[in-house]
Nanobody
Framework: DVQLRESGGGLVQAGGSLRLACSAS????????MSWFRQAPGKERELVSR???????HYVDSVRGRFTISRDNSKKTLYLQMNSLKPEDTAVYYC??????????????WGQGTQVTVSS
């Protein structure tokens, strides 16, 4: 049973930084593709970044160069370091797990989300 719990959200000024964490349990974390999604008010949920079981990462164009995804398999934790934050990054951020370590795009579990608010 995939269980995910995000933490680290909050309120930050534009240009600031936040580090999100997602602790995982109930599955073989090291074999799963892990992703960060976000959903802003009135918008659809979108993929922000993902990292395969082998460590290959991918970013949406709007965050590339500002955000860094990483995973610690020994701690079963996924991270998202967010730098140079912009007001348009404001959203609820979710972590997700895909049993296909190569990232099939279909998610098998979601966290409850953590709010990130960037003030201008």
């Amino acid at each position: 049973d995939v269980q995910l719990r995000e933490s680290g959200g909050g309120l930050v000024q534009a240009g600031g930084s936040l580090r999100l964490a997602c602790s995982a349990s109930g599955f073989t974390y090291e074999t799963f593709c892990m992703s960060w999604f976000r959903q802003a008010p009135g918008k659809e949920r979108e993929l922000v970044s993902r990292i395969s079981a082998s460590g290959v990462d991918h970013y949406v164009d709007s965050v590339r160069g500002r955000f860094t995804i990483s995973r610690d398999n020994s701690k079963k934790t996924l991270y998202l370091q967010m730098n140079s934050l912009k007001p348009e990054d404001t959203a609820v951020y979710y972590c997700a797990a895909d049993w296909n370590g190569w990232c099939s795009g279909s998610q098998d579990g979601w966290g409850q989300g953590t709010q990130v608010t960037v003030s201008s």
